[in-house]
């Protein structure tokens, strides 16, 4: 076993004995019950595992502890609460951008990082930011148009 490793997830910090090379997704998942990041591809391709580290989009799936230590891990869960939803939480909501679900983690996780990086994005921009996290049912446009409701700061009712 190697030395502990030390996780600041959502604000609280955390100690592992746990090897380095873990995926970050399975102490999330199986050891913090945050069940927000889902495991899809484990491969780092769909997006569902994404978190924020330091405020970036990252795939928790090929991420692992050794590589998220010391850093700002944050995850769905760790964004509002269901009394005041983030902003980008509530847009989603307001415009029913979600069939399944698997993949709202990761595209509200990405769409956080990149509105942080383009606040007054266009469509375009939109949705190359997204272009690399996968829905299966087919909700992309009601997806895109959370994205620039949350952009334009629309009141969500």
Request: glycine share 10%.
């Amino acid at each position: 076993m190697s030395e502990p490793v030390q996780l600041q997830v959502n604000g609280t910090a955390h100690r592992f004995a746990l090897p380095r090379s873990t995926p970050l997704i399975y102490v999330l998942r199986n050891d913090l019950g945050l069940n927000g990041p889902k495991f899809g591809c484990g491969l780092g391709e769909c997006g569902a595992c994404t978190v924020l580290m330091d405020g970036v989009a990252a795939r928790s799936c090929v991420t692992t502890l050794g590589t998220a230590e010391g850093r700002a891990i944050t995850t769905l869960e760790g964004l509002g609460t269901l009394e005041a939803p983030h902003p980008v939480q509530a847009a989603f909501i307001a415009e029913q951008a979600a069939q399944c679900g698997y993949c709202l983690n990761g595209m509200i996780m990405t769409t956080v990082a990149f509105l942080a990086r383009t606040p007054a994005p266009t469509e375009d921009e939109a949705r190359a930011a997204l272009r690399y996290n996968l829905c299966r049912c087919g909700t992309h446009v009601e997806i895109l148009r959370a994205v620039m409701r949350a952009a334009h700061g629309e009141a969500c009712e």
